[in-house]
T-cell receptor, first 111, second 115 residues
Framework: DAGVIQSPRHEVTEMGQEVTLRCKPI?????LFWYRQTMMRGLELLIY????????DSGMPEDRFSAKMPNASFSTLKIQPSEPRDSAVYFC?????????FGQGTRLTVV | AQTVTQSQPEMSVQEAETVTLSCTYD???????LFWYKQPPSRQMILVIR??????QNATENRFSVNFQKAAKSFSLKISDSQLGDAAMYFC????????????FGAGTRLTVKP
């Protein structure tokens, strides 16, 4: 298996634009997590899914953030409109019950 | 909600020496998993070691071992014979063993290995 695949690896966008981050989890995994990593706040859990169903989105910072998982092999995290303070590395991770496996992350820069 | 605390923002070790990274957690649950992840400059999160709470024996993976103290809610990572490639951020993580469980991370410890 290729592991968790995230795209794009890097994204630079202007304030106010819509940003969509994508994730393909490892086949057979039933959990999918979205994390945001910044120097100030470390690794924050934004939302996670179990069997494609959102379980807890209490970490989503604002209504500007939304996440979907239309099927077991794909998830998106969307920010609309984006702001400079959204600049961070966004990780997707998947797991089957125990340990989580991470993608390589998307470095988002909002200018 | 469970919290994970890493009280050492930075640690340094001489190559070939041993270093211990600290982690404590807060939970009311009896069954859970604990992990150490490594994040090198490439930013890839790599699982180093995991411990099941129901196991009394401390987990070991080559030069990496843990000291799991369930009553004290402590989970430290020992790296023996440190190598330059061990330099990275190390994150402690907690995950409940019950259904619909998320994974929470500590703030991380930056480990520097001196040649």
């Amino acid at each position: 298996d290729a592991g968790v695949i995230q795209s794009p690896r890097h994204e630079v966008t202007e304030m106010g634009q819509e940003v969509t981050l994508r994730c393909k989890p490892i086949s057979g995994h039933d959990y999918l997590f979205w994390y945001r990593q910044t120097m100030m706040r470390g690794l924050e859990l934004l939302i996670y899914f179990n069997n494609n169903v959102p379980i807890d989105d209490s970490g989503m910072p604002e209504d500007r953030f939304s996440a979907k998982m239309p099927n077991a092999s794909f998830s998106t995290l969307k920010i609309q409109p984006s702001e400079p303070r959204d600049s961070a590395v966004y990780f997707c991770a998947s797991s089957f019950r125990v340990e989580a496996f991470f993608g390589q992350g998307t470095r988002l820069t909002v200018v | 909600a469970q919290t994970v605390t890493q009280s050492q923002p930075e640690m340094s070790v001489q190559e070939a020496e041993t270093v211990t990274l600290s982690c404590t957690y807060d939970t009311s649950e009896s069954d859970y998993y604990l992990f150490w992840y490594k994040q090198p400059p490439s930013r890839q999160m790599i699982l180093v070691i995991r411990q099941e709470a129901y196991k009394q024996q401390n987990a070991t993976e080559n030069r990496f071992s843990v000291n799991f103290q369930k009553a004290a809610k402590s989970f430290s990572l020992k790296i023996s014979d440190s190598q330059l490639g061990d330099a990275a951020m190390y994150f402690c993580a907690y995950r409940s063993a019950y259904n619909n469980n998320d994974m929470r991370f500590g703030a991380g410890t930056r480990l520097t290995v001196k040649p």
